[in-house]
């Protein structure tokens, strides 16, 4: 045989080996660096069916009522059932919610089967009176009647705050507990001199040009009103796996990832202008507040939060807040009460959508 030959035979068994090879190893997916972690190409993922009890705030703004007229929570798989929340909070199986950080931080539970997992929304919430009341500042207020939602409310903490500014003691003044509808009304008539309540009512004396605010939110927090006033909040009941232990490229089909992602979407929709008319109809029939004072809440008192993820640095603002005013203590473990993954994790579905995750 001559050695043309010879190499020809060796080259075509060379190129049989190295086939047989290809075929035997499986393919690799193509990774592509601008899409999400574990993107697999041509594959078609479902979420599964999910049962959720969600707790809203009656009479004021809740992404969560946002998110379900809009039609997110449908998109992502999740049937939800709203049920109003109570005092305490999170009773008759409510499993997750959005609630303000004080009534948070002062719940027995917290850290045990009750975490906050992501920021939801900054209030700047004002102190009102009435114009005529002879009020013009907190320091007038010794030995009147303020109405506030509770004492384990952010409005309570304002005005304590407010209070010892001035030099003054949650002792000096009267307290009433009202909820904020109920707050302008009882203003008006005189049964109350000072409300501190939630929008949208605690909005409308002002709004009606008879009340004026003594302070308001911003003004009093600083650097802790900037971290958010609101956050949302998790029962252990709605987490059927650890969310720090998912796995990146199954966190997508978990059902509390899969409600942040869908509160995430209302709030680009609640922040955005072109949309805002859409928006303030969906409040105003939740809240029962006429649509111009709705607007007006909308336009200069809420800000929702986008980049929803919460820090212990956020949270300690808040307990330090608190402690300076005795009702929590300062050794409050921060690190037991914060989930950090699941707002990671439901900014990349909403980033990417589950197809390209």
């Known amino acids: 045989m001559s ?11 060379a190129l049989i080996a190295l086939v047989a090879l290809l ?12 899409k999400a972690p574990g993107l697999e190409s041509g594959v078609h993922k479902i979420f599964s069916p999910a049962n959720l009890t969600i707790s809203f705030l009656p009479n004021q703004e809740d992404t969560s009522i946002l998110a379900d007229k809009l039609g997110y ?23 997750i919610g959005v609630i303000d950080v004080v009534t948070f931080l002062t719940h027995p539970r917290i850290g045990a089967d009750l975490h906050v997992v992501a920021k939801d929304s900054r209030h700047n919430l004002p102190i009102v009176v009435r114009k005529d009341g002879g009020i013009n500042h907190i320091s007038r207020v010794v030995g009147k009647k303020i109405a506030v939602p509770s004492k384990t409310s952010l409005p309570f903490l304002m005005v304590a705050k ?18 904020s509808l109920k707050m302008p009304s009882s203003l008006k ?3 109350v001199d000072v409300i ?3 929008t949208p009512w605690i909005v409308q004396p002002i709004q009606e040009g008879w009340g004026q605010k003594l302070a308001n939110a911003s003004e009093i927090f600083g650097n802790a009103f900037n971290g958010m006033v609101t956050h949302v909040v998790v029962t252990t009941k709605a987490l059927k796996k650890p969310v720090e ?9 978990n059902v509390l990832i899969r409600y942040l992602a869908s509160l995430e979407k209302a709030a680009m929709d609640a922040s955005s202008r072109s949309k805002r008319s859409n928006i303030t109809n969906i409040l105003s029939a939740h809240t029962g507040a006429n649509a111009s004072l709705q607007k ?11 980049r929803r993820l919460c820090t212990a640095k956020h949270l300690k603002l808040w307990v330090n807040e608190m402690a300076n005013l005795g009702i929590v203590t300062n050794n409050v473990s921060i690190d037991k009460l914060i989930l950090i993954k699941p707002a990671r994790y439901s900014t990349m579905l909403r980033r990417y959508g589950v197809q390209k995750w």
Do not use: M
Request: net charge positive; charged share 15%; hydrophobic share 40%.
């Open 162 to 179: 407010a209070l010892k500014s001035a030099g003054l003691q949650v002792t000096d003044v009267k307290w009433e507990i009202l909820p």
């Open 296 to 306: 007006v809440v909308l336009d200069k008192y809420i800000k929702w939060q986008t």
């Open 73 to 95: 929570f449908n998109q992502y798989g999740i049937k939800a059932l709203l049920k109003e929340n109570g005092v305490p909070i999170f009773r008759n199986g409510n499993q």
């Open 3 to 13: 050695a043309y030959a010879i190499l020809g035979n060796f080259c075509r068994l």
């Open 245 to 253: 232990t998912l796995a990146s490229d199954t966190a997508w089909n």
């Open 196 to 198: 501190c309540g939630y």
């Open 23 to 34: 075929i035997a190893v499986p393919a690799v997916a193509k990774t592509n660096n601008n």
């Open 189 to 191: 008539e005189g049964h």
